[in-house]
């Protein structure tokens, strides 16, 4: 059994309204018009002149007159009622039909159509949203492309690598050696790395990577990541590592080990980019959150690159960064985690002058006692 639909619904909803108002006016008007009538018959007599002589004659042809009036009435009600109830649907029911008419054409692939403004405000309202709908799902739609194609783009360059060692060792033309070796073990390394950030990201950003946050000091933990990759740096190594923490930092409210990946994050970028120099991991604290940045003295970022520098495979320099086995990802995924802990993260620098990577979090909602390493 079909269901009506709702241009029916609405011109029968209003004939049911039409018709209720014809049988209560045309009830009233039975049982109280002829009383009416007859009481102001008997307050205009005068004289010898009696209204009960000719009571019944007035009555019987006030209720024709009545009844005929009704008829005509009801008549040119019901037409006039049927009119104005069809083009009011109508001026519910096209909207309705012109955003069906869009939808099908946003499933069929095309997401260029939008809506106008219509009359009724609540159909505009219903249009703005799905406009807003139809561009969220424009910016998802090349989104996906940008990635797949920027995808194809890093895998193709260790796969060619590895493909023309492999083809080289095949037919004799390379002999094998441990150089060899430790290049094809190299790239296959990095589309490991590529194939778990992309992992990583994919789960950032669809929910599903768990974040455990509790109140954690952060002075312990940068003095250790600090500690960590100094360790790793040659006596001679012309950038130096310094760290720059107050004694006494408020307890933020965070996941150690995410707040972790991205200090490491951040400190492997800038250590990657500062030939000579100096990189300085830096905190300090403010009413409610505590900041974290990561400044170098190296080559910087020009200005009209600073708005991309957390887009997906953005680099500066891809050649240089090729070579140092970057993917493109690790400040997409910072960005990613700083905001599901609920803070915000921001590049400052300069052409040629350095850069600087600072990010916030949150303190616990109590006012937290300051902590000493």
Known sequence: MTKPRLRSRLFLSHLVVLGVGIVTLATIGWLYSPRLFVVYLRQIQVNNFRIGQVQTQLVEGFQFAWWRGMAWAGLVGSLTASGTSYWLSQRVV??????????????????????????????????????????DLQGVEQRRRELVG?????????????????????????????????????????????????????????????????????????????????????PDDPVALKLDVPDRLPIVRADPERVEQIIVNLLANALRYTEAGQVTVSAWAEPRR??????????????????????????ADRSRDRGTGGT??????????????GGKIEVKSTLNGGSTFRFWLPRPTDDAPLTTV
């Open 290 to 315: 505590v900041w974290v940045a990561v400044s170098d003295t190296g080559p910087g970022i020009a200005p009209e690159d600073v708005p991309h520098v957390f887009d997906r495979f953005w680099r």
């Open 94 to 135: 096209r909207p309705l039909l012109e955003m069906e008419g869009v939808t099908r054409e946003f499933a069929a692939g095309d997401l260029d159509r939008r809506l106008p403004e219509y009359e009724i405000l609540e159909l505009t309202q219903l249009a703005q949203s799905v406009n807003h709908m139809a561009a």
């Open 328 to 341: 493109g990802i690790g400040l997409t995924i910072c960005r990613r985690l700083v905001e599901l802990h």
């Open 150 to 234: 920027d995808l194809s783009h890093e895998l193709r360059t260790p796969l060619t690598i590895i493909k023309g060692y492999l083809e080289a060792l095949a037919d004799g033309t390379l002999d094998a050696s441990p150089e060899i070796y430790q290049r094809l073990a190299q790239e296959t390394a990095r589309l490991q790395r590529l194939v778990n950030d992309l992992q990583e990201l994919s789960q950032l950003e669809s929910g599903y990577l768990p974040i455990h946050p509790r109140a954690i000091a952060l002075n312990s933990q940068l003095s250790a990541l600090v500690a960590r990759f100094a360790d790793q740096r040659l």
